[in-house]
């Protein structure tokens, strides 16, 4: 079954603990991406990448970072986390060949 | 500046009657727009596309009416039932297929259907 995984589902960090948020998929996809979903904002592009070491800054780069060591495996670092960090964060892949994109369910992160 | 707006924000059909929910763009150079559809606690999944090259896609009771000139789409869900009460995104992009580039999301208009 082709699928997007996301680790943790919830988590609640302090304010200025770093945050790893993990992200793999069985696809082969080169293409992921991270979101951050808030109310009335839909879907916000965090980072793209293209395959590994591969990576791009999406429209709102700042406070995060990436890592991408396996085609398979992409990772979102929040280092000394924000409160306004809180929100749900989606990991997204695709394919080269006519695909659209595939999410993950999300992890739910506070930061308090 | 947000490249694809939708309205309403929020809206409410009773079961059986049609939901219309409507989406605009910004870049004229955006050929593909898929929507999504999003169930709480799940992540989006695509539910129907179209390219600008056609002005209807249908699948089922969804439907995609797509206006070029006026950069305008709409998704019509007919005969709406509970099990469609979602949050449904509409996204752009240029490209499509393999050349598919990134998505622009909308805000989403959250579909309530009340029995």
């Known amino acids: 079954d082709m699928k997007v995984t996301q680790m943790p589902r919830y988590l609640i960090k302090r304010m200025g603990e770093n945050v790893l948020l993990e992200c793999g998929q069985d696809?082969?996809?080169?293409?992921m991406y991270w979101y951050r979903q808030d109310p009335g904002l839909g879907l916000q592009l965090i980072y793209i990448?293209?395959?590994?070491?591969?990576?791009s800054e999406g429209d709102i780069p700042k406070g995060y970072r990436v890592s991408r060591k396996k085609r398979e495996h992409f990772s979102l670092i929040l280092d000394s986390a924000k409160t306004n960090q809180t929100s749900v964060y989606f990991c997204?892949?695709?394919?080269?060949?006519?695909?659209?994109?595939?999410f993950g369910s999300g992890t739910r992160l506070l930061v308090i | 500046q947000q490249q694809v707006r939708q309205s309403p924000q929020s809206l409410t059909v009773w079961e059986g009657e049609t939901a219309i929910l409507n989406c605009s763009y910004e870049?004229?150079?955006?050929?593909?727009f898929p929507w999504y559809q999003q169930f709480p606690g799940e992540g989006p999944a695509l539910l129907i596309s179209?390219?600008?090259?056609?002005d209807k896609k249908e699948d089922g009771r969804f439907t995609i009416f797509f206006n070029k000139r006026e950069k305008k789409l709409s998704l019509h869900i007919t005969d709406s039932q509970p099990g469609d009460s979602a949050t449904y995104f509409c996204?752009?992009?240029?490209?499509?297929?393999?050349?598919?580039?990134?998505?622009?999301f909308g805000a989403g208009t959250q579909l309530i259907v009340i029995p």
């Open positions: 870049d004229s150079t955006f050929n593909y």
């Open positions: 996204a752009a992009s240029e490209g499509g297929g393999s050349a598919l580039g990134r998505l622009h």
């Open positions: 696809m082969s996809h080169e293409t």
């Open positions: 990448s293209y395959d590994v070491d591969s990576n």
């Open positions: 997204a892949s695709r394919g080269h060949a006519n695909s659209d994109y595939t």
């Open positions: 179209i390219r600008s090259v056609s």
